[in-house]
């Protein structure tokens, strides 16, 4: 059986190398021959990997919490102050930002980092004013670079015309482009390389995983270490809480010798020891008979917040080396035609494995900010934050420093039927819970403290009339207000 097992994955290897092979065949250009090139090699290499695996990635009775000294708070790298030589240490840095997704989950097209998030400021806006803010503080040269997505390149590129004159230096380089696979006879269901029509849909960015290889084949990461460049920070561009601190991590990068630093709090996929090493599993890679155990706070306390503080030669390194061994995440998709498929991604944090003196640091959940559905765009929206110099910070006005839970409901999905239900952002300073579903609008300078619940039935609808002040109530589709 297992010799057959094996015929049948050489099989389909032979066979894959076919098709891609036909793939490259129709690019229009050499450049995009050899781009198409390397790409296809991580991608072949991926599917490798894939056919080997059978069955989650770990053995659950190898993992143990990790040891207290690999994740340290937050707190104890900031009480050691900024370094003496502040400026030398951030010229090192380079700020990462992964710009690949689009905004159709929020019902917007194009990026989702040219969305409007505060005051007409998007997701690039703050970003661009948070660097260009430390460089003019120390006196320093800290550049951005955007990981883009063949879905995003095009329309970030003209945008960033706009920073011309603003004092940060702006590098993009795109993440790979891999064929989605046929479910069933897992061979790519593109036929060419273009993305026109039906095609389209042949392709994917295979997740934030792959931003190593793509960074390394850019030929970027080696024109930054000539620069002097030492280390990145990587994070989500909608996480509006991952903000540069200082020189803390970077010096401390450097004088520890650590060549990756995870941030972590108690969301996403959890950092476990394993095999001697620090390593982030994931909820995919858990054992179904211990999921439940694995969602419990009891035994995993720390959480992957998907910022990374990475030396870049060491991922230069692991690349030449061919060692970044990422676990594969597998998405199945169904296509507008109803074809089932299949896409083979890489998450970033997973790499944290392969380095050697991997660190831990527990942060506070202000530096976990993202912005994923309008429900989080109404609170980075509100009163609950301050805005400067591109970072949010939560109101000194507001006495508990924690994050109100906010659901809206179907209708506030895309960000303009949001918009259209607020003629102004509620005064949300005293808000414990909201709650809202079906038809609700709200009036200008309404206020919402402690719990509020708002529910309108199917054919009804509610107006929040201007001035409202709701405390501890429950609004139903009748209009009647109640205590709670």
């Not at 990790?66 to 994740?71: K, L, V």
């Not at 400026?87 to 969305?115: E, H, Q, R, W, Y």
């Amino acid at each position: 059986m297992a010799q057959f097992q094996e015929m049948m994955r050489q099989q389909l290897e032979s066979s894959m190398h076919t098709e891609l092979e036909k793939l490259l065949d129709t690019t229009t250009g050499e450049a995009e021959r050899e781009v198409s090139r390397k790409d296809f090699e991580g991608f072949k290499n991926l599917f490798h990997r894939f056919l080997q695996v059978k069955g989650p990635s770990v053995e659950w009775i190898k993992i143990q919490r990790p040891p207290e000294d690999s994740i340290q708070p937050f707190d104890k790298i900031a009480a050691r102050g900024l370094p003496d030589n502040v400026a030398d240490s951030l010229n090192k840095l380079v700020v990462v930002k992964l710009n690949g997704g689009l905004g159709t989950s929020m019902g917007c097209k194009g990026p989702k980092s040219l969305i409007s998030v505060r005051n007409e400021n998007t997701f690039l806006d703050l970003t661009v004013q948070q660097i260009e803010h430390l460089n003019k503080t120390y006196n320093t040269d800290v550049p951005l670079v955007l990981m883009n997505s063949f879905n995003t390149d095009e329309d970030t590129k003209k945008i960033l015309q706009k920073y011309t004159h603003h004092r940060v230096k702006i590098h993009t380089f795109n993440q790979s482009r891999y064929p989605r696979i046929n479910k069933e006879s897992l061979l790519p269901v593109s036929t060419n390389l273009s993305m026109n029509g039906q095609n389209t849909e042949g392709w994917y960015p295979p997740g934030h995983g792959d931003i190593y290889a793509s960074f390394y084949n850019s030929g970027l990461l080696d024109q930054l270490i000539v620069q002097g460049k030492e280390y990145i920070f990587v994070s989500n561009i909608d996480n509006l809480g991952a903000t540069v601190c200082g020189g803390g991590p970077v010096n401390h990068l450097h004088t520890s010798n650590v060549s990756i630093i995870a941030y972590s709090n108690p969301q996403g996929g959890t950092l476990i020891q394993y095999d001697g090493k620090l390593r982030l599993l994931e909820i995919a890679q858990v054992p179904k008979a211990h999921v439940d155990e694995f969602k419990s706070v009891s035994k995993f306390k720390i959480f992957n917040t998907n910022n990374l503080w990475i030396s870049l030669a060491a991922i230069k390194r692991l690349q030449e080396q061919k060692a970044m061994d990422l676990e594969i995440i597998v998405n199945p998709k169904t296509l507008d035609g109803g074809q089932n498929v299949v896409q083979l991604e890489t998450a970033v944090g997973a790499a944290i494995k392969c380095f050697d003196n991997a660190l831990g640091i527990n942060v506070p959940r202000s530096r976990f900010l993202p912005v994923k559905t309008t429900s989080d765009l109404l609170l980075v929206m509100s009163n609950l934050y301050s805005l400067e110099a591109g970072s949010l910070t939560m109101s000194p006005k507001r006495e508990f420093p924690t994050t109100p839970h906010v659901k809206l409901g179907s209708s506030f999905t895309k960000v303009q039927e949001y918009v259209n239900r607020f003629e102004s952002i509620p005064d949300m300073l005293e808000l414990d819970h909201l709650t809202v579903s079906g038809d609700v609008t709200f009036g200008k300078n309404v206020s919402l403290k402690g719990t509020v619940i708002i529910i309108a039935n199917h054919g009804d609808r509610i107006d929040i009339p201007a001035g409202s002040m709701l405390e501890n109530k429950i609004v139903s589709g009748n209009l009647r207000i109640m205590d709670h």
